[in-house]
């Protein structure tokens, strides 16, 4: 069972920027995509990007490429989400997700992922 974790999050102001951290357990991430996702209270999850289990290539959804950068280090089962220049609508709860299915360099937010970590809460405001 592969058990994921998010940590980073916070409050933050404007302009600033910070890394969140998805950790997995109990299996290796070396073979699956991971997703960022993320959703503000009363609406619909978005997905921000998602990164290859091979090459790590990343793709992102357009309005956040600019600004967000997912990369990963599989030595530490580590997938970390880089945002800069933060933004009031930037604050939202993120979550990451496994896909254990969408394998090589390949990933998409339009996957069934497997395994959910809880999330973390990102504020940002002055």
């Known amino acids: 069972q592969l058990q994921l974790a998010e940590s980073g999050g916070g409050l933050v102001q404007p302009g600033g920027s910070l890394r969140l951290s998805c950790v997995a357990s109990g299996l290796t991430l070396d073979y699956s995509a991971v997703g960022w996702f993320r959703q503000v209270p009363g609406q619909a999850r978005e997905g921000v990007g998602c990164?290859?289990?091979?090459?790590?290539?990343?793709n992102y959804t357009n309005s956040v490429k600019d600004r967000f950068t997912i990369s990963r280090d599989d030595a530490k089962n580590t997938v970390y989400l880089q945002i800069v220049s933060l933004k009031p609508e930037d604050g939202a709860f993120y979550y990451c997700?496994?896909?254990?299915?969408?394998?090589?360099?390949?990933?998409?937010?339009?996957?069934?992922?497997?395994?959910w970590g809880e999330g973390g809460q990102v504020t940002v405001s002055s």
């Open positions: 997700a496994a896909d254990l299915t969408t394998l090589g360099v390949r990933c998409t937010l339009m996957a069934k992922y497997d395994y």
């Open positions: 990164i290859t289990s091979e090459g790590g290539i990343a």
